[in-house]
């Protein structure tokens, strides 16, 4: 498919996008043309590749990396990445942080929550609404995350970005987004993630006016499906409801711009063209998509109920087995059937650092507290758990089979203790009350 532009008043861009034809499976090696015939055959780089197009192979780990672990697509385009521009002009996004980041927030070592951050009044494309809320680990080592809120009124048109940091993980909290990448078309909307992987270019629409989510910049090893041990071969995230998309290019000759973040620095360069060219596309490194409402939870049908490592739909290893680097886990639509126990997330310190978000509904864990497009924080070895209200419902209430309807919760768990930006210390959005949301826990306390 070629996408044809037309830009409409207000300044925002619509594409011809009807038929997608998205391509399902994780672990695939895909192969796609938006013409027929641009797709070499029996050979990655012939010497004259079909349709004078040039061959340009996109790596998303090393070489030798071993191949079931391998990541790298070839792409077919009009022209290739090297007429992208050669020098970058130094620009900034003062809200946008990458680690090592310390020593920018003056808050206290605490639990911490944040409200909603709000949409901006004055134009504001996706790339220039983000802030950075956490960061951890070091971009240079390859190693931690950083945890962004984005908020946007405005479509990118002709500005193109790359980053060469990290992946991100997008997760849409108000409103559908278009993603406009080098290898087709992705359409997200509350309720679904996307990936764009590190070095992948693409731009940003916006579908039905204003959007706020949330974004994980993932600095270590490429995001992939967690081993299901004991559980067995099915459950958690299925490799089918992984949707890539299918070749689609910009072929137009004009001015545009291409921006990069790179060890944290920003630049842009003025191309006369556009670099979503790819006309054809093979191989296992790209973006895509996943309905979160798709994971298939598992819990407790008896007492207790297991960690919430159960609800992992992605996964960054680290170089320690069973020590993430990132993992992305949530909490959906669920039953909850256990006899005798208490049902919310118990109390608990943690070794590990998570931030969390309600993407919609009530979390069950803070009901009174907690709105959609909320953040909290809880560092390494910071108690945390349900709160007064939570614990008094699921100690009185009569325990019979209920389902959790409506809601969708997440949150980044990091061997790493994420950082407060200055942005996250504006007092403005951080719940000065927070702790106070279990001081009315009482003393039950009684001697035998």
């Not at 900034?92 to 909603?116: G, I, K, M, V």
């Not at 070091?138 to 995350?145: E, F, N, Y």
């Not at 970005?161 to 849409?172: K, S, T």
């Not at 003025?270 to 309905?291: C, I, T």
Request: charged share 25%; with cysteine; hydrophobic share 35%.
């Amino acid at each position: 498919m070629k996408i044809e532009e037309r830009f409409v008043p207000g300044g925002r861009v619509e594409t011809c996008d009807t038929d997608f034809g998205y391509m399902p499976g994780f672990e695939n090696t895909h192969s796609t043309e938006a013409e027929q015939g641009a797709l070499p055959i029996g050979r990655n780089s012939p010497q004259n590749p079909p349709l004078g197009l040039y061959a340009e192979q996109l790596s998303g780990t090393a070489f030798t990396a071993p191949r079931a672990s391998n990541k790298r697509s070839w792409l077919y385009r009009i022209l290739p990445s090297v007429k992208h521009g050669t020098s970058f002009e130094p620009t900034t996004h003062p809200f946008w942080r990458t680690a090592p980041c310390r020593d920018e927030s003056n808050l206290p070592e605490t639990q911490l929550r944040w409200a909603p951050v709000d949409i901006p009044s004055d134009p504001t494309d996706f790339i220039d609404g983000v802030r950075t809320m956490t960061t951890c680990g070091d971009a240079w080592s390859q190693a931690g995350i950083a945890s962004h809120v984005y908020v946007a009124n405005k479509s990118m048109e002709r500005r193109y970005f790359f980053n060469a940091d990290g992946e991100m993980l997008v997760l849409p909290q108000q409103g559908a987004v278009r993603f406009i990448t080098e290898l087709g078309l992705i359409i997200a909307e509350p309720g679904e993630a996307v990936v764009i992987p590190r070095g992948v270019k693409f731009r940003v629409e916006l579908v039905d006016g204003p959007v706020r989510g949330y974004i994980c910049e993932n600095y270590g090893s490429i995001l992939s499906l967690p081993e299901r041990g004991p559980i067995g071969a099915n459950s958690l995230a299925e490799s089918r409801d992984f949707l890539f998309p299918p070749a689609a290019y910009e072929d137009f000759e004009g001015p545009c711009e291409l921006h990069r973040k790179s060890l944290g620095a920003f630049g842009k360069t003025e191309l006369d063209h556009s670099p979503l060219d790819v006309v054809a596309w093979r191989g296992n490194y790209a973006p895509y998509k996943y309905d979160l409402r798709r994971f298939a939870t598992i819990g407790s049908i008896s007492f207790d109920h297991p960690d919430p490592s159960i609800f992992t739909v992605l996964t960054s290893q680290s170089d320690t087995q069973g020590v993430a680097n990132v993992d992305f886990v949530i909490f959906p639509e669920r039953w909850l059937v256990m006899e005798d126990t208490f049902r919310p997330p118990w109390y608990h310190m943690n070794i590990m650092s998570e931030f969390m978000g309600l993407i919609y509904g009530v979390y069950d864990a803070k009901p009174g507290g907690f709105a959609p497009g909320a953040m909290s924080l809880h560092n390494a070895m910071l108690p945390h758990g349900p709160d007064s209200e939570a614990f008094r419902d699921a100690s009185e209430k009569q325990l019979t089979p209920e389902k959790l309807s409506g809601t969708m919760a997440f949150m980044l768990e990091t061997r790493f203790v994420q950082n407060p930006t200055a942005f996250a210390s504006d007092r403005g959005i951080i719940d000065q009350d927070y702790e106070k949301c279990w001081e009315t826990l009482p003393r039950r306390f009684r001697k035998p």
